[in-house]
T-cell receptor, first 114, second 117 residues
Framework: DSGVTQTPKHLITATGQRVTLRCSPR?????VYWYQQSLDQGLQFLIQ???????AKGNILERFSAQQFPDLHSELNLSSLELGDSALYFC?????????????FGPGTRLTVL | AQKVTQAQTEISVVEKEDVTLDCVYE???????LFWYKQPPSGELVFLIR??????QNEISGRYSWNFQKSTSSFNFTITASQVVDSAVYFC??????????????FGIGTKLQVIP
């Protein structure tokens, strides 16, 4: 158990809808990272927050947004969902501000868009 | 630009065989970090090792060993006397600074290892 929690575990929704994925980092970790894992794209970095502020952006679509709250939990919002958004979404956390440290991954949220 | 290449998409070995997973990276930075993560069938990624670009010492942890060679931009991972529990997808990752911003991490496509009893 990495200490990172993600909810929900599974999410099934329809095209055009909006969903929110939630992540709680390990105790003491200030950085939260979001990743998308799909069969064709592999593991793609989406975005990083550190202590409430956005730190780094990867291949995140404009339809997606995230935030980190004062209690350090983070939410990833996906809107106007398309079939291609079906994937496993991982959250990870680390102590430091940069991605030079190891990251601890949550169990993931499997999103299915029908 | 950052790039991580894991040329072996799938490998099958018989239990107790040794197996090496290859990782080749590209970066323009002189300071960078390399990682290996394991993703077992349960799905959760597990950190295995971290190396910074200034430390080329090989590392051994039990049956696992890592060979970092800057001259060939490689960071290979060897499992000795493989076991069925080693069956997983293994990811190599690179963290470096990209132009105009903070560090970010790039993962390879992963190598699926199947250990046959």
């Amino acid at each position: 158990d990495s200490g990172v929690t993600q909810t929900p575990k599974h999410l099934i929704t329809a095209t055009g809808q909006r969903v929110t994925l939630r992540c709680s980092p390990r105790s003491g970790d200030l950085s939260v990272y979001w990743y998308q894992q799909s069969l064709d794209q592999g593991l793609q970095f989406l975005i990083q927050y550190y202590n409430g502020e956005e730190r780094a952006k990867g291949n995140i679509l404009e339809r997606f947004s995230a935030q980190q709250f004062p209690d350090l939990h983070s939410e990833l919002n996906l809107s106007s969902l398309e079939l291609g958004d079906s994937a496993l979404y991982f959250c990870a956390s680390s102590v430091s501000e940069t991605s030079s440290d190891e990251q601890f991954f949550g169990p993931g949220t499997r999103l299915t868009v029908l | 630009a950052q790039k991580v290449t894991q040329a072996q998409t799938e490998i099958s070995v018989v239990e107790k065989e040794d197996v090496t997973l290859d990782c080749v990276y590209e970066t323009r930075d002189t300071t960078y970090y390399l990682f290996w993560y394991k993703q077992p069938p349960s799905g959760e990624l597990v950190f295995l090792i971290r190396r910074n670009s200034f430390d080329e010492q090989n590392e051994i942890s039990g049956r696992y060993s890592w060979n970092f060679q800057k001259s060939t931009s490689s960071f290979n991972f060897t499992i000795t006397a493989s076991q069925v529990v080693d069956s997983a997808v293994y990811f190599c990752a690179l963290s470096d600074s990209y132009s105009g911003g903070y560090q970010k991490v790039t993962f390879g496509i992963g190598t699926k290892l199947q250990v046959i009893p």
